[in-house]
């Protein structure tokens, strides 16, 4: 399983809302419903913007895609200058495969998804993607397209199995989105994400995510990079925000935790697996990274306790 597919199966997201959403006039709309959640969506009709509280808005035209993967408050409007509104407190949360109709509809339309978030490891996760994920409109953007217009005639007409291609077709469209912003991010953006795109950080990473039980040295990660280890070490940290061998650890306790909780493996079998030579050795990196040891995070798991880590 490549990267991407790994970290978004860790994510375990769910599809619980997909609709449309109609507007027109003058308006603008601060969606605060995002926490725990990505919101994925097209813009099939007209154009609008969008920015995070402070920052520059940025504008979308038909055909652009956008993905929020932070939780923070983001506002859509018309007009970035128009005073705005709490989506929550004027749009009905639950029309899932219907259009919302606003301001009298007729100028702008989107189309897309709200993700519940339900693995362990979101806020992590989240935390080293952009806040706003931008897509421009390309020739390459037609399966997308495609895949939103089926969504939305799955649910509209509601036949047997509706709900569940739309479902499938939710995580098609997260995915794809997902791959236009690699393809087309800028060479100065930061990020897990970013990473990814650049082929020679892309190549340690894949190496890590293959064989996470490998004794991973710097020197070899860049060799696999095509690059010195300084400047490896660096364009990593730069880009990812960490070191290469502390995110090789922290990936490493990402798959420990989902297997302590799953409960089918002894601790000694997940850390021969993940590349310890020891159950003491993997407990130290553990209690390190995760802030307790592996038997108390697997324990209060086990009753339904929140982490009981950092």
Known sequence: MDPLSQVLALLKPRSYITAGFDAGGTWSLTLDDLA???KCYAVLKGGCWLSLAGGAA???????????????????????TVPSRRASDVLDPNRSGE????????????VGSRFEVTGRHAEGIFRSLPPIIRVEATGDQARLRWSLELMMEELREAQPGSSLVAQHLSHMILVQTLRLYLAQRSPDDTGWLSALADPQLSAAITAIHADPSHPWSLRELARRAGMSRSTFAERFRERVGSAPIGYLTRWRMMLAEDRLVEGRDTIAQIALELGYSSEHAFGTAFRRTVGCSPGRYARAHARGAGSPGR
């Open 36 to 38: 725990g959640r990505i």
């Open 58 to 80: 940025i504008r979308l035209n038909e055909g652009d895609c956008f993905v929020l993967p932070s939780g923070s408050p983001v506002t859509i409007a018309s007009d970035p």
């Open 99 to 110: 259009v919302v109709t606003y301001n009298g509809g007729g100028d702008v339309f989107l």
